[in-house]
């Protein structure tokens, strides 16, 4: 557990040791330098979270004690060759791959297919040529610093995928950022920042996966901001499959214009610790965003997401359905927070988490919150936590299933509903094998305690 | 809020500019808290010396610790060295007749059907001495001491049954407990303390109302409730009525044990003075509410209608330890006005085959602010524990505010727990077919509130049912339009 | 005998609920058990697919000369018993054909049988469809999610169908059907009725029997079988009601 008294030192000490590699390896750009300053005070400012905070009173964050993260500030990676990633593609790849190893983009693994025109896609540290002006004043437009770790990717940022499509362009089959981390010698720790922005009436889908290349020690540390334009629509799919011994922290910062549809699947099923923090802002009228999630705990896995839809204007609709899977020692914390502002009437938001528990020694701490200020609203949520209904179980087995198989079938089941949530085909399949194989492959608990 | 504060000052400094004054003949002392103050409370009580003892451990406990700080309520700080912590019974000023009364309190009076005698009693008007609840209180008496039961004050249970009080006060909630907790173990200075040997079914419904000398609710009261194996007992706290009471802060304990097979059902009315319409004034309500399920298939029921005071912060909870022990939280709270209230339960599942139910229905109305905030726990070894939690909050007009903030914790996977929240108003609909029918809004809506809450009134003893749904119908008077 | 059950008893949660019951099934007849609600009709066929919480206290459940108690609902699954549910249970996010062809391989595996392909499998499905009128598209959704309560009972028959049990138990299969849903899924049973095959039909009705003619009809009340005949006992219940027999069950 985090001790009071070394609360900054690890922090600062990341931050530290980032700004002086960072000063030799890469020139600071004068268009990023007040993203990163911003970033530096708020890294000054603000304390490493702890239990006392309302929004980290569930996440342990004794791993930082237990490691020194070191930078990491060029790619290494060169030698990456695809054959060597060929595991974690897709089986049916998409024509545009941005590919970054441990924070920084490997063109050689890239795959660029000619798009529509009026997409520009483009790379934080410029390996994909002059990041566009467009792209330049959108970075850090939206991020709010809600904790130190996005305050230090703003300070760090190493790079990432700026995706843009002008107004109407309608992109035609997704786009991935495939996040490789390798491990080093040393833990590392980089920080992807990718900006999404869509121009009124554009409509994209996006792939975002990280994955583990082997079972290395590293930190992720993402801030990715997404604006959507009036009437735009974007399909969001985000897979974290990290290795068994990463921690990873995701920021998704989405601010949504008038009628807008946001749609995000979220699959966090690696990592030995992996936090998910999720803002919606609706910033215009008639907007849509519909969330799904599954998180898997397995073995000593901790797996936490924390969502914060902000209704902040009238007649937006959301759905948030969350579900966690717990075996073996493993841990879920869901915190879902929907807040309606005072003129936001007419908000219809429904939110869902369910917890499955397939062991004794797993844990599930859940927080679904309502904050409502509005009177004309139609809100809701629920919850539950409970083992696998002995009649879906019985049901199977008296069709000679045996019951093993029919565990694996009722959890599948329970995912697949929130994997079918996903555009691609190709990805939901990856999510379902992955999540097949770790399910049967966790170990089994010890006796009961 | 400023001007709040100001009040606070200005109604505990009222009389008491004597300056410090050790005369035990004294009804009231200064305001200020040291351990000189809780001797001299512990002297004037009369109190055995570890009472004493627990007291200032408790102060000393205190001392080291900071006042809450709660995200969805706002109030100004409070100076507790601002406060009296010693006063006697009948601080209110004497009133002539029920001329002299504010006719709009009467007026509630009127409406909630409430005898003569009983509306001088409440509004501080002198009444002869021989008041109809004195006698009615006499035969109770008598009816429960054949029974065996203890039902006195918690002074007299110090004096009387020293080691009764002694094994279980603060066995529930300790003075370490939480910063009010802490502080009502260091002064409390009345309350109720009730026993009920095993196998012993409490003859009637025991209520702080007709306890003589309770007439006036203390500032920091203090109730243990104490149900031996196979009892039963089902108390009743507060009254209607709405009580006008000049200290602004409130911090009470209740403690209930419940033996193996014992039953508590613990109701509660309250209806304190809520402050004006501008939001000035009214009781901040910070209660500490437990009951501990010690004992197999014993079960506590906590049912509570919370209409008045400026700030309700409170979660009665329980500690179901025994195996197969059940845990009941039924709620309605009003809130209006610039009326906050921050309430909820805490189920901890500690047992095997542990069950526990809450149903809360928030109604939110003009400025008011509302949050249920509930911790539903199942500890490893619950075995095939049970909760269900059902929050509805509903809104009347567009400055309110209703929150649900539920913390569920479980680590055994035999354990189940389901949780619903709603938020929605009345629908426009069910006004106009209501008023179609020939009622006019307010009765309409609190046609439909009512309805909304007829599980909660449901589980209160059935006079004080009554007397809840007229209730919430005038506290919502005016919620409209 | 196909199934011999001799003075059966069981509990649930601690109540007597069958209370020595005896009941022999040859192959290919079919019995209907009939009776009051609460006589323990659904209780034994939970029993015989093998339930949690269903406790033999005494008597014996021979199938095919062996035991049945002990056995997991899987094992007996295998060994060709088939319960097709009052109500059956919603999978969600399970996917129907998955489903099925999980259940046959499973089944065939246990028996020592080669699992089926995706293509033979399809194949065998697309045949069983046909036989009960079920939309294909029923296959493609998670199991009995969303069903309508004839759908479902349709996919319990298409299960036997595919399943081919060698004793298939319908626990009040009639239940919430209209006329033209009794129909299908009565044509359904009626095409599986084999030589080799029992069935024991368990309703409350004697509607269902105008549509599948049993051999034999028994009457359960209150743990036991109290009256047995043929087709024409249900008749006679039809006419006099239940109450008839508890009256002469007391007189007894």
């Given at each position: 557990m985090s001790s009071d008294t070394q609360t900054q030192h690890d922090v600062q000490e990341i931050l530290r040791l980032g700004q002086q590699r960072m000063a030799r390896v890469m020139p600071d750009t004068d268009w990023q330098s007040a993203t990163r300053k911003r970033g530096t005070a708020g890294v000054a400012t603000m304390a490493r979270p702890d239990r006392k905070q309302e929004a980290w009173r569930y996440t342990p964050l004794g791993f930082l004690d237990q490691a020194e993260f070191?930078?990491?500030?060029?790619?290494?990676?060169?030698?990456?060759?695809?054959?060597?990633?060929?595991?974690?593609?897709?089986?049916?790849?998409?024509?545009?791959?941005?590919?970054?190893?441990?924070?920084?983009?490997?063109?050689?693994?890239?795959?660029?297919?000619?798009?529509?025109?009026?997409?520009?896609?483009?790379?934080?540290?410029?390996?994909?040529?002059?990041?566009?002006?467009?792209?330049?004043?959108?970075?850090?437009?939206?991020?709010?610093?809600?904790?130190?770790?996005?305050?230090?990717?703003?300070?760090?940022?190493?790079?990432?995928?700026?995706?843009?499509?002008?107004?109407?362009?309608?992109?035609?089959?997704?786009?991935?950022?495939?996040?490789?981390?390798?491990?080093?010698?040393?833990?590392?720790?980089?920080?992807?920042?990718?900006?999404?922005?869509?121009?009124?009436?554009?409509?994209?889908?996006?792939?975002?996966?990280?994955?583990?290349?082997?079972?290395?020690?590293?930190?992720?540390?993402?801030?990715?901001?997404?604006?959507?334009?009036?009437?735009?629509?974007?399909?969001?799919?985000?897979?974290?499959?990290?290795?068994?011994?990463?921690?990873?922290?995701?920021?998704?910062?989405?601010?949504?214009?008038?009628?807008?549809?946001?749609?995000?699947?979220?699959?966090?099923?690696?990592?030995?610790?992996?936090?998910?923090?999720?803002?919606?802002?609706?910033?215009?009228?008639?907007?849509?965003?519909?969330?799904?999630?599954?998180?898997?705990?397995?073995?000593?896995?901790?797996?936490?997401?924390?969502?914060?839809?902000?209704?902040?204007?009238?007649?937006?609709?959301?759905?948030?359905?969350?579900?966690?899977?717990?075996?073996?020692?493993?841990?879920?914390?869901?915190?879902?927070?929907?807040?309606?502002?005072?003129?936001?009437?007419?908000?219809?938001?429904?939110?869902?988490?369910?917890?499955?528990?397939?062991?004794?020694?797993?844990?599930?701490?859940?927080?679904?919150?309502?904050?409502?200020?509005?009177?004309?609203?139609?809100?809701?949520?629920?919850?539950?936590?409970?083992?696998?209904?002995?009649?879906?179980?019985?049901?199977?087995?008296?069709?000679?299933?045996?019951?093993?198989?029919?565990?694996?079938?009722?959890?599948?089941?329970?995912?697949?509903?929130?994997?079918?949530?996903?555009?691609?085909?190709?990805?939901?399949?990856?999510?379902?094998?992955?999540?097949?194989?770790?399910?049967?492959?966790?170990?089994?608990?010890?006796?009961?305690? | 809020m400023s001007s709040t504060s100001k009040q606070v000052d200005a109604l505990v400094e009222r009389g008491y500019e004597h300056g410090f004054v050790t005369d035990i003949e004294t009804d009231v002392i200064p305001p200020g808290l040291d351990e000189d103050v809780i001797r001299f409370i512990s002297q004037r009580k009369q109190e055995p010396e570890w009472v004493l003892e627990y007291r200032l451990k408790a102060f000393r406990h205190w001392l080291g610790m900071t006042p809450p700080v709660w995200s969805s309520v706002h109030y100004p700080q409070i100076d507790f060295q601002a406060i009296s912590y010693f006063a006697a019974p009948t601080k209110k000023p004497v009133l002539e007749s029920l001329d002299q009364v504010d006719p709009e309190l009467l007026r509630t009076y009127e409406k909630l059907g409430i005898p003569l005698e009983e509306q001088k009693a409440l509004s501080g008007v002198a009444v002869d001495a021989v008041f109809d609840s004195v006698s009615v209180a006499t035969t109770f008496r008598k009816n429960l001491a054949d029974a065996g039961v203890i039902f006195c004050s918690i002074s007299e249970a110090a004096r009387e049954h020293p080691e009764l009080l002694r094994e279980y006060l603060g066995s529930v909630v300790p003075h370490t407990d939480n910063f009010y907790a802490a502080l009502n173990a260091a002064v409390f200075t009345d309350g109720t303390f009730v026993y009920i040997p095993r196998g012993v079914r409490c003859p009637m419904e025991l209520s702080t109302y007709f306890r003589i000398n309770a007439q006036n609710t203390g500032q920091f009261e203090r109730t243990l409730i104490v149900a031996e194996e196979g009892s039963h007992v089902s108390y009743l706290e507060g009254c209607t009525a709405p009580q006008r009471d000049e200290n602004q802060l409130h911090a009470a304990v209740v403690e209930l044990v419940a033996m193996q097979d014992a039953q508590i059902k613990y109701s509660t009315v309250q209806n304190w003075y809520p402050g004006d319409a501008q939001g000035k004034g009214g009781i901040y309500n910070f209660v500490t509410k437990r009951g501990d399920c010690r004992g197999a298939r014993s079960k506590i029921s906590w049912t509570q209608v919370e209409t008045g005071s400026a700030i309700t912060w409170k979660y009665p909870s329980c500690l179901l330890r025994g195996d197969d022990s059940v845990g009941e939280f039924y709620s309605v709270a009003v809130t209006k006005g610039h009326q906050q209230a921050d309430t909820g339960t805490k189920m901890i599942h500690l047992g095997r085959n542990t069950r526990s139910t809450i149903v809360s229905k928030g109604i939110s109305a003009g400025d008011g602010q509302q949050a249920y905030r509930g911790l539903v726990r199942m500890a490893q070894r619950a075995e095939n524990a049970r909760n269900h939690t059902q929050c509805d909050s509903l809104l009347i007009g567009d400055r309110c505010a209703a929150h649900t903030f539920p913390y569920i914790e479980v680590k055994n996977p035999t354990a189940k727990v389901e949780h619903e929240a709603t938020t929605s108003k009345i629908g426009d609909d069910q006004l106009f077919y209501c008023r179609s029918r020939g009622l006019s809004e307010e009765d309409a809506v609190s046609l439909i509130v009512n309805g909304f809450c007829k599980e909660i009134f449901n589980e209160l003893p059935m006079e004080f049912a009554v007397e809840a749904q007229k209730l919430l119908a005038i506290s919502l008077e005016g919620a409209v339009g | 005998m196909m199934l011999s059950i001799k003075n059966l008893k069981a509990q649930v949660e601690g109540k007597e609920i069958i209370k020595g019951l005896d009941l022999q099934v040859g192959p290919g007849e079919v019995h209907a058990i009939m009776g009051p609600n609460g006589s323990g009709k659904s209780t034994l066929a939970h029993i015989l697919a093998g339930r949690d919480g269903y406790d033999v206290t005494d008597g014996e459940i021979l199938f095919e000369g062996r035991s049945l108690i002990g056995l997991a609902p899987e094992e007996r699954a295998s060994r060709g018993i088939f319960l097709a549910f009052q109500y059956p249970v919603e999978l969600p996010g399970v996917n129907n054909t998955h489903f099925l062809k999980e259940a046959l391989n499973a089944q065939r595996k246990a028996r020592g049988e080669p699992e089926l392909d995706s293509v033979a499998f399809l194949k065998l499905i697309r045949e069983k469809l046909a036989m009960v009128s079920m939309s294909p598209e029923l296959l493609k959704r998670p199991v009995n999610a969303g069903f309508s309560g004839g759908e479902k009972k349709r996919n319990e028959i298409l299960q036997m169908a595919l399943l081919e049990p060698r004793l298939a138990i319908l626990d009040e299969t009639d239940s919430g059907l209209d006329i033209d849903a009794l129909k299908t899924v009565s044509d359904g049973v009626n095409a599986l009725r084999s030589p080799d095959r029992s069935v024991i039909l368990v309703t409350h009705y004697q509607r269902l029997l105008d549509y599948i003619q049993p051999d034999f009809v028994h009457v359960l009340a209150g743990g036991r079988i109290v009256r047995s005949g043929d087709k024409g006992l249900a008749k006679e219940l039809e006419a006099k009601g239940y109450g008839w027999l508890s009256g002469q069950d007391e007189a007894a």
């Open positions: 070191q930078p990491i500030v060029e790619g290494p990676f060169d030698a990456l060759q695809l054959s060597d990633i060929d595991d974690l593609m897709l089986t049916d790849p998409p024509r545009i791959r941005l590919v970054f190893v441990n924070g920084y983009l490997a063109s050689g693994l890239c795959a660029m297919a000619k798009s529509a025109d009026g997409v520009t896609l483009s790379s934080l540290a410029g390996g994909l040529g002059e990041v566009p002006a467009m792209l330049r004043q959108q970075l850090d437009a939206i991020a709010e610093h809600n904790h130190v770790f996005a305050a230090l990717n703003s300070a760090l940022m190493s790079d990432g995928a700026l995706i843009h499509l002008a107004a109407g362009v309608h992109l035609d089959g997704p786009i991935e950022i495939l996040h490789v981390s390798v491990g080093l010698e040393q833990p590392g720790i980089c920080h992807p920042r990718h900006l999404i922005v869509l121009e009124d009436g554009a409509r994209a889908e996006v792939i975002e996966r990280y994955c583990g290349l082997g079972d290395g020690a590293y930190f992720t540390n993402a801030l990715i901001e997404v604006s959507l334009g009036s009437d735009s629509e974007l399909l969001h799919q985000r897979m974290q499959e990290e290795s068994p011994h990463a921690q990873h922290l995701s920021d998704l910062q989405v601010h949504l214009g008038a009628r807008s549809l946001y749609r995000l699947t979220l699959a966090a099923l690696g990592g030995a610790w992996s936090r998910n923090d999720v803002r919606v802002t609706f910033g215009g009228e008639g907007a849509t965003a519909e969330l799904d999630g599954l998180m898997l705990a397995r073995d000593r896995q901790f797996n936490d997401v924390h969502l914060d839809v902000r209704h902040e204007v009238p007649h937006c609709t959301s759905r948030e359905t969350f579900k966690g899977i717990l075996d073996g020692s493993g841990r879920v914390v869901f915190d879902g927070h929907i807040v309606v502002a005072r003129d936001a009437q007419k908000t219809d938001a429904v939110l869902s988490n369910r917890n499955l528990m397939l062991a004794r020694s797993a844990e599930v701490d859940t927080k679904p919150q309502l904050e409502i200020y509005a009177d004309d609203v139609k809100c809701s949520h629920g919850t539950t936590v409970g083992e696998l209904d002995p009649d879906m179980l019985f049901y199977l087995r008296s069709r000679g299933i045996p019951a093993d198989q029919a565990k694996q079938m009722l959890c599948q089941g329970f995912a697949q509903e929130v994997f079918d949530t996903m555009a691609s085909q190709a990805l939901r399949a990856r999510a379902g094998q992955l999540l097949a194989s770790r399910l049967l492959t966790s170990t089994p608990e010890q006796g009961e305690r | - | -």
